[in-house]
């Protein structure tokens, strides 16, 4: 069974106009707890986003969306576990196809600079969601607290003058 969205703003692709059409967002205080708990973040104080929807081939199955989110926040520090404040601020851009084919018939050519669609879920799109999925993308994925070298040194850890995990390993090369 399919588990909702903990900030769902569905749209129906219907109802998008043929000139495009902007969604301002903002995430509530319990949306925040439940997206700071998936997202394992101490705190999430703040989630907005500004999005834009439009139809990217004049009125077929493709619906470009680009926004713009904000949001504040407290990771933990990968070494001391100390709360780490953040700022996000991020732009993004999506592609999305009503009818995507399951299977090519004969040779396909991929363009790897191109945006490749990704399917409609079934019932629209949910903004909140992705705006859910860009913050997830944004966040630091090791945040470090300004104690983090000081206390890898204490640990007999690398400090940031080390030159890294390996400096170690080279002082016993006997070259």
Do not use: K
């Not at 509530?28 to 989630?47: G, H, K, N, Q, Y």
């Not at 404040?85 to 991020?90: R, S």
């Not at 090791?142 to 390993?169: I, M, N």
Request: glycine share 10%; proline share 9%; hydrophobic share 40%.
């Amino acid at each position: 069974m399919p588990v909702a969205p903990e900030f769902s703003r569905p749209v129906a692709l219907d109802r998008v106009p043929a000139d495009g059409m902007s969604v301002s967002l903002e995430a509530s205080a319990d949306e925040r707890r439940s997206l700071a708990r998936r997202f394992d973040l101490v705190s999430l104080e703040r989630l907005v986003g500004e999005v834009r929807l439009e139809r990217a081939d004049g009125g077929g199955g493709l619906i470009h969306v680009t926004g713009r989110l904000q949001a504040r926040l407290a990771q933990r520090c990968v070494v001391t576990l100390d709360p780490v404040d953040a700022e996000i601020d991020a732009e993004f851009q999506r592609l999305f196809a009503r009818d995507l084919p399951s299977e090519a018939a004969g040779e396909v050519e991929v363009d790897p600079e191109a945006e490749l669609p990704e399917p409609v879920p079934p019932g629209g799109l949910d903004l909140g969601e992705i705006l859910a999925e860009e913050l997830a993308l944004a966040l630091d994925p090791y945040p470090r607290s300004p104690q983090a070298d000081a206390r890898l040194q204490e640990l007999g850890g690398q400090d940031a003058g080390t030159g890294g995990p390996f400096a170690r390993l080279s002082s016993l090369n006997r070259h």
